[in-house]
C-alpha cells in the first residue's frame, strides 16, 4: 500500500471511531435517562456539546502543560486507535495493526492519561490532582486482572499480539470468550473500572471533586479531551471485540458487538452508587483478582 | 454576536443552534432557590431533553444560573466566578430577590437588582419560580439565543467601567480585575 | 607503557592532584577534576580495544588486567555517567566545604568501577571492590549531618557482602588454584554439589548487597538519599549496575552451567520480584524525593534482577539494556533533585510545589526520564519493560508476570507524584525567587534524557554492543531474532516497530497543535494558578492550596496489608539478640583470676571425659 | 428545682456581693451583675458550679436608655437548670471583657457582637473581618441604624417601582373583595 492510502486509511478509522464513540455516548444518556423515566436528551447530543465546547473561547490557560494535556491524550487515543484493527481483514482500517503488540498497547494506553493528568497538575486545581490520585490509584485496581485475562490469553496461544489472537479465533470458529471463559469474566469485570462509569467514577466525580482533572478546562481543550474519550471508548470496545468475540467482519457487526458489550459497564453503571477509592480498589483484588488465576491456571494447564 | 437575526451568517446560525440546545448550568445555589434546581433536573421535569444540564465548575459552564438572594459577600463570589466563565456565557436571574430584592428589600446587605452587577439574560420571577417557571425561563433563553440576542457578555465587555464602578460601590475590596477577555 | 595502566595512573595523579590543587585554588581544582574524568574517558573508547590484556603477578599470585566486550558494555554506564554527573558535580557543589575530599573521592570511585571492570582475576577484582565500598563509604557520610546510622548501616551490610565474597575467593582458589575468573567459569560444572551452591552464593551476597536485593536492600535508602545528589546519581545509576555486573557473570557463568541451577533461578528472580513491589510500594509512600527515587532505584534493581535471573537472551537483553537505561534515567532524577535542592533548598513534595515556570529545562529533563521510567513509548524504558515482559511471559513464569506488571503499574504513581509535587500545582510566593539551575547542571540532565528518547526509538545503537557482550557468556547471536535497529522481536516472532510509532505520535502532535490551538490560540494568555475555580472565592496569597499531603493515601490504605512486613524489623531483632548473646559471652570474662583458673580445669575435666570420642 | 436555685443563689451572693437575681417559672435564673466581675463570675459558675455549657452570648440594644445588655446564657448538665448572666454596658463607648479563654466558642459570639453592635472586646483575637466584609457604616444590628433608608441608599431598586402599590390591596381591588380583617391588620 502506499502512502497516501495509509493515509487517508487513517483519517477515516479516526472519524469512524469519533463517530461511534460520540453516538454511543450520546445513546448512554438516553438510556440512562430511559432508566430514571427520563425523556433524555437526543441522541445526537453529545455532537451539539462537542460542537458548542469548539465553538467557545479559550480565553485562559495555566501554562504549556496544561495546554499539553489534552493534546498528549489526543495522541494517545489516536496513536492507539492506529495499532487495534478494526476488521478482521484490515482493509482500509488496517493503519500500523501489524506492527505492536498488545503489551506495546497497555502501555502507549497509559501515555494519554499521563500527560492529561500532567495538564491537570498544572492548572494548580487541588480538585485536579485529587482526581488524578483517584485514577491512578484505581488503574492500579483494574489493571491487574485485566493484565491477567491478556497474560492468560497470550500463554493460551503463544501469541502477544491483537491479529495473532484474532487469527486463532478465525481459525477455530471459537469465540475466545467461550473457549477461555475466565480471562472474560476476568477482563469484563476490570472493564467496569476501564470505563469509569459509576461505581467507579471516582476520577471526576461532579459533586465531590467539581469533575476532577478536567476542573480547569473549558472550550477548546474540553472539546479534544472528549473527542479523545470518545476515540479511547472506540479503542476499548474494539479491542475486547477483537480479544474476545472473534473480532467483525464489516462495520454492522463490529457496531452491534462492540454495542452490546458497552452495555455491560453502562447497564452496572447506572443503577450503582459510586465507591470511594479504597473500595474500588478492594473491589478490583477479589473476584477479578480471582478469576484472573482461574484464567491463567486454565491457560497453564490446557 | 450579532443582535438582528437577518444579519447572521451562517455560521453564527449553527453555532447559536449548537448553544441553544446544548446548555451547561452553573447553578450558583446561594438563596432557596436551589432546592427548585433538583426537581428540574430529574425525572419530573427533566431538563436534559433540552439539552440543559449541569456543569461542575465555570470553566465548563455556560450559563450563570443566580437562584436567589445575593448578600454583597456572595456578590463578590458571584462576579468572580461569571468572570471565570468562557464566552459565550449567559446570566440567569432566578426568583424575585434578584429582581427587586424580594422579601430582603430592606436589608443592610442584599442586593436588589442583579443587572446593576451582572449583566443577566433572563430573568424568572416568582417566589419560589416553580420548575414549570425554570423551563420557560431555559425556553426563553433558548430563543434569544436563537436570535442572537443574549448579548449580556458584550453588554458587560462594553459597560465594564459602568459594572466595575457599582459593584465597587458595595464591595470596595473588590480586586481590580485582570480580565480583559 | 600500557595504556591500560596509563589510565589507572591517570585516574589515581588526578585524584591526588584534584584534591591538593583544592587547597590552591578553586578553579584550577575544578580544571583538574573534569580533566580527570574526561582523559581517561576518551583514551579508553579510543586506544583500549577489546580483549587487549595485561598479565603481572604480585607476590606470587598470577593478575589479569583487561576489557571484554561484556564489561564494556557497563563502561558505557560508568564513564558516560560519570563524566556527565562529574560535570554537574562542579557546578552543584559550588560553595560546599572540603571539595577536593569529595572530587578525590568521585574519581577513585570511578577508577575502582573501572577497575572492577578491567579485573579478569578475583583478587584484583575484590580489591577495587573494596576501593568502591571504601570511597562510596566516605561520600555517604561527606554532609556530616545525621549520616551516622545511616553510614553504619552501609558500612555493615558492605562488609557482610565483602565477606562472603571473600570467602568465596578463598574457597576457588583452594578448589582451583587459581584466581583467573575463567579459570572458576571453567572448572565450575566439576566441583561438587555443595561447592556449586555454596560459592554462588556467596558472591550472590557480596553483588546483590551492591545491587540492593531484597533482603539485603536495608542500607540503599538511607545511603542513597544522604550521599550528595552529584553522588548519588553515579550511585545510583552505576555503582549498583557492579552488583548487577557480578551478578550476570555469577548466573549466567556459574549457575546456568549446573543441572539445579533451574531452582535456584526461580529463588532469585522471586527475590528480585519483591524487591521490585516492596520498592515501588515504598516509593510511593514517600514525601521525599530523594527517598522515593531510592526506593524507585531498589524497585528498578529487582526488574534487572528478574530479567538475571530468568537467564534468557530476550531476558539478558532486556537487563542489561534496563540497566543502562536505569542509569541514564535515574541518573537525571537524582540531578534534577540536586538542582531543585540546591535552588530551593528542599527536596520535601509538601514544601516546593510550582515550579515548572521557574525551572522549565529541569522539568523537560525530569518529564523525559520519567516517562522513560514509567516505561512509556516512544522512550528508552519502554523497550527494556517490554523485553522483560515478553521474556517472563516467554518463559512461562505466569504468576511472576503479574507480579512485574503490578509493581510496574504502581510505579506510575510515584512517577506522577514526582512531577507533580515538584514542579505543578499551585505557584508559591515563596518560591517565586526561584530560578532555573546553572547550565552546567542542566546541560547533563538534557543530554541524559536525549540520550533516553534517542535509544527508545533506535535501541540498536545499545543493543548491538550487548549483543557482543552476551556472546562472550556464551549466548548466540540475537541480531536479527530479538532485534534490529529499531525493531523489537519476542519468543514467538512477534514484532514491536519503533519509528513509525514515533512518527505517528509526531504527526498527530503537530496536526493537534496546528489544528485546534493556533486559530484561536492568540487570543489565550496566561493566569496564575490562584486564579481557580475554589467556588469563587479567591485565595490569598499565603493561602496554599496545593494538594501534596497524603497523596496517595486511599491507594496506600488499600496496600497497606502488603506493606507491614518490613525487613528492618528483623535486622533490629537480629542486632538485639547478637547484643544479648555478646552480653553474655562479656560475662565469662569475670576479670577474676580464679574464674578463669576454674574455667581451665573444667576444660581439662571437659578434655579428658570426652577424650575418647575426640581422638577416638 | 426551687432548692437547687436558693442554693445556687446563695452561693454566688457568698462570692459576689453586688448581684441581683431574678427568678422565672421552670429551669431559669437570671443574675444581674456588674460589667467588672462578668468574667469571674462565669469562671467561678464554670469551675465551682458545674455550669460547664455557655449556650449563647446575646446582646440587646436598649436605644432609650442608652445602654447594651449582654446576656450569657449557661446551661448545667447536672442540675438541669439555665442560668442567664446579664449586665449592661455604656452604648456610647461599649466596652466589654474578652471570655474566649473561659470557653473557645465564645470567641465566635463576640467577634459576631463586635462587628453588628460595635462592640469592643477587651484583648480578642482574630483581627480580621467575620461577618461583614468591606462594612463602613454604623454597625448595622444597632437600632438607630436605618436599615432601609440604607439599603434604598446603597441597593437601587428596580425601575417602576416607585410608586408602591400594596400588592394585597392591589389584588383585592381587582377582584373587588373586601379585604378580610385578618389581612387589614397588616396592610399598611
Redesign the interface.
Given at each position: 500500500m502506499d502512502l497516501l492510502t495509509n493515509i487517508l486509511g487513517a483519517i477515516a478509522t479516526i472519524i469512524l471511531a469519533f463517530v461511534v464513540g460520540m453516538s454511543y455516548g450520546g445513546i448512554v444518556?438516553k438510556i440512562t435517562?430511559r432508566v430514571?423515566?427520563?425523556?433524555?436528551?437526543p441522541w445526537y447530543?453529545n455532537f451539539?456539546?462537542a460542537?458548542?465546547l469548539f465553538?467557545?473561547?479559550?480565553?485562559?490557560?495555566?501554562?504549556w502543560?496544561q495546554?499539553m494535556g489534552?493534546?498528549f491524550l489526543?495522541?494517545s487515543s489516536?496513536?492507539t486507535l492506529?495499532f487495534v484493527p478494526v476488521l478482521n481483514n484490515g482493509g482500509w482500517f488496517t493503519n500500523?495493526n501489524?506492527?505492536?503488540?498488545l503489551?506495546?498497547l497497555l502501555?502507549?494506553m497509559?501515555?494519554g492519561p499521563?500527560g492529561m493528568?500532567?495538564g491537570a497538575?498544572?492548572?494548580?486545581?487541588?480538585n485536579s490532582?485529587?482526581g488524578?490520585?483517584?485514577g491512578?490509584?484505581q488503574?492500579?485496581?483494574f489493571?491487574?486482572p485485566w493484565?491477567?485475562a491478556l497474560?492468560a490469553l497470550?500463554?493460551q496461544f503463544?501469541?502477544?499480539?491483537i491479529t495473532?489472537l484474532m487469527d486463532v479465533q478465525q481459525m477455530s470458529g471459537t469465540w475466545l470468550m467461550f473457549s477461555s471463559p475466565f480471562a472474560f469474566i476476568a477482563a469484563v469485570l476490570a472493564m467496569l473500572g476501564m470505563f469509569r462509569y459509576s461505581p467507579f467514577d471516582i476520577v471526576g466525580a461532579?459533586t465531590e471533586l467539581?469533575?476532577g482533572p478536567?476542573?480547569?478546562?473549558?472550550?477548546?481543550f474540553?472539546?479534544?479531551m472528549m473527542s479523545s474519550g470518545s476515540i479511547f471508548s472506540f479503542v476499548k470496545l474494539t479491542l475486547y471485540v477483537d480479544l474476545f468475540m472473534g473480532g467483525a467482519d464489516n462495520l454492522i457487526i463490529l457496531l452491534i458487538k462492540t454495542f452490546s458489550i458497552y452495555m455491560i459497564p453502562v447497564l452496572y453503571g447506572i443503577v450503582s452508587p459510586r465507591y470511594?477509592?479504597?473500595q474500588a480498589?478492594?473491589f478490583f483484588?477479589g473476584w477479578p483478582l480471582f478469576f484472573?488465576i482461574l484464567a491463567?491456571l486454565y491457560?497453564?494447564i490446557f | 454576536m450579532i443582535n438582528d437575526k437577518n444579519s447572521q451568517k451562517i455560521v453564527d446560525i449553527i453555532q447559536n443552534w449548537a448553544r441553544k440546545h446544548s446548555i451547561w448550568v452553573l447553578a450558583y445555589g446561594t438563596g432557596c432557590g436551589a432546592i427548585e434546581i433538583p426537581p428540574t433536573m430529574t425525572s419530573r421535569y427533566d431538563a436534559e431533553r433540552l439539552g440543559v444540564r449541569g456543569a461542575a465548575t465555570p470553566r465548563q459552564a455556560d450559563v450563570l444560573l443566580v437562584t436567589g438572594y445575593l448578600t454583597t459577600k456572595t456578590l463578590k463570589r458571584v462576579i468572580r466566578v461569571y468572570e471565570q466563565m468562557q464566552d459565550p456565557k449567559f446570566v440567569i436571574g432566578f426568583g424575585s430577590c434578584t429582581i427587586n430584592g424580594g422579601m430582603y428589600y430592606d436589608s443592610y446587605n442584599t442586593i436588589k437588582l442583579l443587572d446593576k452587577y451582572l449583566p443577566v439574560d433572563v430573568y424568572i420571577n416568582g417566589c419560589m419560580p416553580r420548575p414549570e417557571a425554570v423551563l420557560a425561563g431555559f425556553g426563553k433563553l433558548q430563543e434569544i439565543i436563537a436570535e442572537g440576542r443574549a448579548n449580556g457578555a458584550q453588554k458587560y465587555k462594553d459597560n465594564l467601567e459602568w459594572y466595575k464602578a457599582n459593584q465597587k460601590k458595595i464591595i470596595p475590596s473588590l480586586l481590580t480585575t485582570d480580565y480583559n477577555w | 607503557m600500557e595504556i591500560i595502566y596509563l589510565i589507572f595512573i591517570l585516574f589515581l595523579s588526578g585524584a591526588i592532584a584534584t584534591f591538593l590543587l583544592g587547597k590552591v585554588s578553586k578553579r584550577l581544582r575544578d580544571i583538574a577534576f573534569i580533566t580527570t574524568l574526561v582523559v581517561p574517558s576518551v583514551l579508553f573508547f579510543t586506544q583500549i580495544n577489546i580483549g587487549q590484556t595485561v598479565d603481572f603477578s604480585v607476590l606470587g599470585i598470577h593478575l589479569s588486567w583487561g576489557i571484554t566486550n561484556f564489561s564494556y558494555i557497563f563502561a558505557y554506564i560508568v564513564l558516560g555517567l560519570g563524566v556527565l554527573a562529574g560535570i554537574y558535580a562542579v557546578a552543584a557543589m559550588k560553595g560546599k566545604e572540603n571539595l577536593g575530599f569529595f572530587f578525590f573521592n568521585y574519581i577513585l570511585s570511578i577508577m575502582a568501577m573501572m577497575g572492577i571492570l578491567f579485573s579478569r582475576d578475583l583478587i584484583s577484582f575484590f580489591v577495587f571492590w573494596e576501593i568502591m565500598t571504601w570511597s562510596s563509604y566516605l561520600m555517604v557520610v561527606f554532609t556530616g549531618k545525621d549520616v551516622q546510622k545511616v553510614g553504619i548501616k552501609y558500612f555493615i551490610f558492605s562488609a557482610i557482602g565483602a565477606y562472603a565474597m571473600l570467602m568465596a575467593i578463598v574457597i576457588t582458589y583452594s578448589l582451583t588454584g587459581s584466581m583467573m575468573i575463567s579459570n572458576l567459569i571453567f572448572a565450575f560444572p566439576d566441583f561438587e554439589f555443595g561447592m556449586q551452591i555454596l560459592i554462588p552464593v556467596l558472591l550472590l551476597i557480596g553483588f546483590g548487597v551492591k545491587s540492593a536485593m531484597m533482603p539485603l536492600h536495608v542500607w540503599a535508602v538511607g545511603s542513597y538519599s544522604h550521599s550528595p545528589m552529584a553522588y548519588t546519581a553515579v550511585f545510583s545509576g552505576a555503582l549498583s549496575k557492579m552488583g548487577i555486573y557480578g551478578m550476570i557473570i555469577v548466573m549466567a557463568g556459574l549457575v546456568s552451567r549446573i543441572p539445579e541451577g533451574y531452582w535456584f533461578r526461580e529463588v532469585i528472580a522471586w527475590m528480585g520480584a519483591i524487591t521490585a513491589v516492596g520498592g515501588t510500594l515504598w516509593a510511593v509512600a514517600q514525601d521525599d524525593a530523594k527517598k522515593m527515587l531510592a526506593y524507585s532505584s531498589v524497585a528498578q534493581l529487582g526488574y534487572i534482577i528478574i530479567g538475571i535471573a530468568i537467564g534468557t537472551p530476550l531476558a539478558m537483553l532486556a537487563s542489561l539494556f534496563m540497566a543502562i537505561l536505569h542509569g541514564m534515567f535515574k541518573g537525571t532524577l537524582f540531578m534534577a533533585v540536586g538542582a531543585i535542592e540546591k535552588q530551593t533548598g528542599t527536596t520535601n513534595f509538601t514544601e516546593v510545589t510550582g515550579l515548572i515556570r521557574k525551572m522549565p529545562f529541569t522539568f523537560l529533563a525530569s518529564l523525559m526520564s520519567i516517562i522513560a521510567l514509567a516505561g512509556i513509548p516512544p522512550l528508552g524504558g519502554f523497550i527494556g519493560k517490554w523485553m522483560l515482559y515478553e521474556s517472563v511471559i516467554g518463559s512461562n513464569h505466569y504468576l511472576l508476570i503479574i507480579v512485574i506488571f503490578f509493581s510496574s503499574t504502581a510505579a506510575f504513581l510515584y512517577c506522577y507524584k514526582f512531577l507533580f509535587g515538584f514542579f505543578l500545582g499551585q505557584e508559591e510566593k515563596e518560591w517565586a525567587h526561584v530560578k532555573e539551575a546553572p547550565a552546567m547542571m542542566v546541560v547533563p540532565m538534557v543530554i541524559l534524557a536525549i540520550g533516553t528518547f534517542i535509544f527508545g526509538v533506535f535501541p540498536g545503537l545499545i543493543l548491538n554492543p550487548i549483543d557482543a557482550g552476551l556472546q562472550e557468556l556464551g549466548y548466540a547471536v540475537t541480531q536479527g531474532r530479538y532485534w534490529e535497529m529499531s525493531v523489537l522481536f519476542n519468543e514467538w516472532g512477534d514484532t514491536v516497530v519503533l519509528q513509525p510509532i514515533l512518527y505517528t505520535i509526531l504527526a498527530v502532535f503537530v496536526f493537534f497543535l496546528a489544528f485546534v490551538l493556533t486559530k484561536n490560540f492568540k487570543k489565550t494568555r496566561y493566569v496564575s494558578t490562584k486564579d481557580i475555580s475554589s467556588s469563587g472565592e479567591i485565595p490569598k496569597e499565603h493561602e496554599n492550596l496545593t494538594f501534596s499531603r497524603g497523596f496517595f493515601q486511599p491507594f496506600l490504605r488499600s496496600v497497606e496489608p502488603l506493606m507491614r512486613r518490613k525487613i528492618d524489623p528483623y535486622y533490629n531483632s537480629f542486632g538485639r539478640g547478637m547484643e544479648a548473646i555478646f552480653d553474655f559471652v562479656r560475662r565469662i570474662y569475670t576479670g577474676n583470676g580464679q574464674t578463669y583458673a576454674l574455667y581451665v580445669v573444667v576444660f581439662a575435666l571437659l578434655l579428658l571425659i570426652f577424650k575418647d570420642r575426640l581422638w577416638g | 428545682m426551687k432548692d437547687i436555685k436558693a442554693k445556687l443563689t446563695e452561693k454566688i451572693k457568698a462570692s459576689f456581693d453586688t448581684v441581683s437575681e431574678k427568678d422565672y417559672n421552670g429551669n431559669r435564673l437570671d443574675f444581674h451583675v456588674d460589667v467588672k466581675i462578668i468574667p469571674q463570675i462565669l469562671t467561678f459558675l464554670k469551675v465551682n458550679l458545674g455550669y460547664i455549657h455557655l449556650s449563647h452570648i446575646s446582646c440587646v440594644d436598649w436605644l432609650e436608655e442608652g445602654e447594651f445588655e449582654i446576656i450569657y446564657i449557661l446551661w448545667s448538665p447536672v442540675e438541669k437548670l439555665k442560668v442567664f448572666v446579664r449586665t449592661r454596658i455604656n452604648r456610647e463607648k461599649p466596652v466589654l471583657p474578652n471570655i474566649d479563654m473561659i470557653w473557645r466558642q465564645a470567641n465566635t459570639y463576640e467577634r459576631e457582637m463586635r462587628e453588628m453592635f460595635g462592640i469592643e472586646i477587651e484583648g480578642l483575637e482574630g483581627a480580621e473581618e467575620f461577618l461583614l466584609e468591606d462594612w463602613q457604616e454604623m454597625p448595622p444590628m444597632r437600632r438607630d441604624f436605618q436599615t432601609e433608608e440604607y439599603a434604598e441608599k446603597t441597593f437601587w431598586s428596580r425601575e417602576g417601582r416607585e410608586d408602591a402599590i400594596d400588592v394585597r390591596e392591589e389584588i383585592i381591588k381587582r377582584s373587588r373583595e373586601e379585604i378580610p380583617d385578618f389581612a387589614k391588620k397588616y396592610s399598611r
Open positions: 444518556r435517562a430514571h423515566n427520563r425523556l433524555g436528551p447530543q451539539i456539546d460542537y458548542k465553538g467557545k473561547t479559550t480565553a485562559i490557560h495555566h501554562g502543560m495546554i489534552p493534546a489526543m495522541v489516536v496513536v492506529m500500523l501489524f506492527k505492536g503488540d503489551i506495546f502501555y502507549l497509559v501515555f499521563l493528568a500532567l497538575g498544572q492548572t494548580g486545581n487541588p490532582a485529587i488524578v490520585t483517584r491512578l490509584s488503574m492500579v485496581g489493571e491487574i493484565v491477567m497474560v497470550m500463554i503463544n501469541t502477544t499480539t495473532g461532579p467539581a469533575s478536567v476542573s480547569e478546562n473549558g472550550g477548546k474540553l472539546f479534544t470511594r477509592t479504597e480498589i478492594r483484588w484472573g491463567i491457560a497453564a | - | - | -
